[in-house]
């Protein structure tokens, strides 16, 4: 005899919709999901901050979350980028400066760089030896509109870039941590804002289902 199983009943409210409800990753409602999991993790890493520290696109985190910060720069492959005091492509490994950081600011770029291997080897470069690179990748997320259905190559796990960076760095000098759950995951991709969620709905980590992915690697 076939049994019979009842679905549990579900009502999806006001998501019942195939358009996010805000189309700027929630920015308009308040604070990005996964921006609130990138400032948990450098707020962890602010001892890593220091010296002379380089981040990409402008000095937001820099400036946030460094203490005893010497000297900053700022990278960027956009030459029209005015707060870029480095312009470069991380894939141009041989063009880019060496030995010269202390810690690098990797947050959300690699999603953006078709060969992953060439960017990590680029910011270890970049590093000096002992350097830190702290770097944030999506693991769910919509495609950009800035980069275009083109351009957002990349959603990541706990595995891809455990391999990445450890192939790179030495397994022994990578850490990777993954932050969100299914409910961060799918309020994140209806653009909702982290003030849509109670705290302890945001802090609840699963493996399984990650929003964010963070990985702290050294250059030895
Ligand atoms: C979305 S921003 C990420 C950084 C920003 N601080 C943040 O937290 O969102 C992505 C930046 O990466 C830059 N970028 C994309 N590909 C690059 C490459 N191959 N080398 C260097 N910068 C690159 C883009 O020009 C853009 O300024």
Redesign the pocket.
Known sequence: MKLRRWRRPVRFGSLRTTTPVSDRWGWDRGTPIDRRY?DAFLDEHRRDIRGHVL????R??TERFGSGVVQSDV????AT?ADATIV????ATEGLPENRFDCFIL???LQ??YDLEA?VAGAKRLLRPGGVVLATVPAVSRV?R?AGVVGDYWRLTTASCGRLFSDAFGEKHVDVRAYGNVLTGVAFLMGLAAEDLADDELRKDDDFFPVLIAVRASKP
């Open positions: 990138i981040e990409i696109r402008d937001r985190y990278l960027d492959v956009d980028n470069a492509d991380l894939t947050a959300q770029t953006y760089i960017a950009a800035s």
